[in-house]
């Protein structure tokens, strides 16, 4: 099947730093990536949709300069946490569209949990 | 915009019992619907993906349906086992391509 993998599994920053977060299809392409964070005992809710070779659309409430999304290629999207703060501390996890076969399936990475102290 | 409800929130049971988590959402026009686990702390793991155009699909233990027009999805856990306690959660695609929207999920114990 499909994997998607994340690096860092998890990060433990100081406030103020900045966290780069990978997301790769290890197996296919994809065109699209999507990110989505997770608070405690909360469910996922999209941050934004990343495309490759094109800005990143991101979702209402979420400031792009603050997270910021690269998709360089068909196999990587990157989500920079630039100067962090406690309240940015969650779970991170990122999906994969494949390129070809069924437009259908997303398929997740393992997620990232960071903790901004 | 389509919002996507999960019942009950946390549920208990003694292991063996068959269960059924229910799952609602606002916008009928979806493109497909998916089952995931989440284990505390991890990732998600797909359980079962049904087209808009299927009614129900089935996976070992799981039986997940459809009815589009109602709005809602079930997934019924034959003979629940202590591994699997989790949590639940139920994501709908408006179309093709577009990202998942997440209930909040299901918690589900069971007891041995």
């Known amino acids: 099947g499909a994997v998607v993998s994340q690096h860092p599994s998890w990060v433990i920053c100081k406030s103020g730093t900045s966290v780069k977060i990978e997301c790769r299809s290890l197996?296919?392409?994809?065109?699209?990536m999507f990110w989505y964070r997770q608070f405690p005992k909360q469910s996922l809710m999209l941050m934004a949709t990343?495309?490759?070779?094109?800005?990143?659309?991101?979702e209402q409430g979420v400031e792009k300069d603050k997270f910021l999304i690269n998709h360089a290629s068909l196999t990587l999207s990157t989500l920079t946490v630039t100067s962090a703060h406690p309240e940015d501390s969650s779970f991170y996890i990122c999906s994969a569209r494949p390129l070809t076969g069924s437009y259908n399936e997303q398929f997740f990475g393992p997620g990232t949990r960071l903790t901004v102290l | 915009k389509q919002e996507v409800t999960q019942i009950p929130a946390a549920l208990s049971v003694p292991e063996g019992e068959n269960l059924v988590l229910n799952c609602s959402f606002t916008d009928s026009a979806i493109y497909n619907l998916q089952w995931f686990r989440q284990d505390p702390g991890k990732g998600l793991t797909s359980l079962l993906l049904i087209q808009s155009s299927q009614r129900e699909q089935t996976s070992g233990r799981l039986n997940a349906s459809l009815d589009k027009s109602s709005g809602r999805s079930t997934l019924y856990i034959a003979a629940s086992q202590p591994g699997d306690s989790a949590t639940y959660l139920c994501a709908v695609g408006g179309q093709a391509g577009t990202a998942l929207i997440f209930g909040k999920g299901t918690t589900l114990s069971v007891s041995s």
């Open positions: 197996d296919f392409q994809a065109t699209t």
């Open positions: 990343s495309n490759e070779g094109s800005k990143a659309t991101y």
